[in-house]
């Protein structure tokens, strides 16, 4: 099969531009990740670049804190420690007020467990056929479900044991079962 000469040109003019895109493209590349001129030493950089100054930082000290540093890794609050995103302003006084703190920080309350939030289902009955399992009657806000042992409504609440005065249900993204007692009408 012969190859017209308008698609060898077009073949050529793609060829070409394929070439020059990556070579911008490896060009960008190595400028953003060398952004400092080799001919300089790094040293000399460092020192020639004037550091931008923030207005968070105007009037603040550039030397380390140790006391609020010491302060803030002992004080741990919650489960997951210390809220690093929460900016704090310690001002240790002196050495009596930085120990008090650690004495009051050093006995840490343990964080109270909240029970699990109510299951909302309500239970209000079953119905038994001879050859079929129990079925149960629950209310899920405004809808019935007719279920049996095993099922799971709403992908979240599973059916775990079915007595004639209760039935026990499963949270499964809490991951807590609850008693569900029969509701009398």
Do not use: C
């Amino acid at each position: 099969m012969r190859i017209g000469t308008g698609n060898k040109q077009r073949l050529r003019w793609t060829v070409a531009l394929a070439a020059a895109t990556s070579l911008l493209g490896i060009y960008n590349i190595s400028k953003s990740l060398n952004p400092v001129p080799s001919s300089m030493p790094a040293a000399t950089t460092s020192a020639a670049v004037p550091k931008k100054s923030n207005a968070l930082d105007v009037g603040r000290e550039t030397r380390l804190d140790l006391d609020a540093l010491r302060f803030s890794q002992q004080n741990m609050s919650g489960i997951g420690g210390r809220n690093i995103f929460r900016v704090q302003e310690t001002a240790i006084k002196s050495h009596q007020s930085s120990t008090k703190r650690s004495e009051e920080s050093s006995v840490l309350q343990p964080p109270q467990l909240q029970p699990p939030p109510r299951i909302p289902l309500t239970f209000y009955g079953f119905a038994d056929r001879s050859p079929e399992p129990r079925r149960i009657f629950l209310q899920y806000s405004d809808q019935i479900f007719v279920t049996k042992l095993g099922d799971t409504i709403e992908r979240r609440y599973k059916i775990v044991a079915i007595s004639p005065k209760s039935v026990t249900i499963e949270d499964l993204l809490q991951n807590y079962q609850q008693l569900i007692p029969l509701v009398d009408r």
